[in-house]
């Protein structure tokens, strides 16, 4: 069995066909996707998609970006905490949350106010988190910093080794690896040969993303495997043995 630990098959792009997406994913072995929040333009769509199929797990969560040249950022923090309390369908972790310096580093301020708030939120109703970190590795191990014992995962890792095992030393985190590991000029083939596998998850970030022989394409869950198997070629250990593991991680951290 595989889990996608990261996917948005909530998105409009899949409006035409999600029914043939997600039985796809299913007949590659995907069972189980979680489906991590954005904001508040698709939350009811993941809501819905989540209602509508078995396996599918929902997050919710203020993604960074959607804080940037936002002055109504405060009233979408608010829409997070209304879910977090109604829980019209079990949340398994809070998320997407986190720092992303990539697009602009003129709304760091606001960003590290709606994650701490998030991760304060997190430790009141015993969740995880799934963090998006890009730009700002720095910025998120000073923040994290002030809450220890946290979990999660850092989605789309893509830090170094040395942040891999400053962060491991922080928290009961692990670490999702998606795509970009298939990459022909990627680095992470080097960090991922250092990685405990107890410490992986995999993920897709579907429609982003592709991994290799269909990157250019929409992702989607089905694609796992591929993520699975250069693992498992980078650890010469079997792929079964990948799948195993990281669906056991994935399985401890979310209650899945």
Known sequence: MYIDTHTHLFDEVFDTDRDEVIARALEAGVEKMVFPAIDSGSHGRLIKAVQAYNGCYAAM???????????????????VRNYLESMPVRFVAV??????????????????????????????????????????????IARIKNYPGLSGVFHGFSGTIEEYGILKGMGNFKFGIGGVLTFKKSFLPEVV???????????????????????????????????????????????ETVADATADNAEKLFGL
Do not use: C
């Open 193 to 239: 040969k250092e990685m405990d596998l107890a410490d992986i998850l995999l993920e897709t970030d579907a429609p982003y993303l592709t991994p290799v022989p269909y990157r250019g394409k929409r992702n989607e869950s089905s694609y796992i495997p591929f993520i699975a198997e250069r693992i498992a070629q980078i650890k010469k250990i079997e792929v």
């Open 95 to 140: 998320g997407e949350v986190g720092l992303d310096l990539y697009w602009s580093k003129n709304f760091l301020r606001e960003q590290e106010e709606v994650l701490e708030t998030q991760i304060e939120w997190a430790i009141e109703y015993g969740l995880p988190l799934i963090f998006h970190t890009r730009d700002a590795f720095p910025e998120m």
């Open 61 to 79: 969560g203020l993604h960074p970006t959607s804080v940037n040249d936002n002055p109504e950022y405060k009233k979408e923090l608010q829409i």
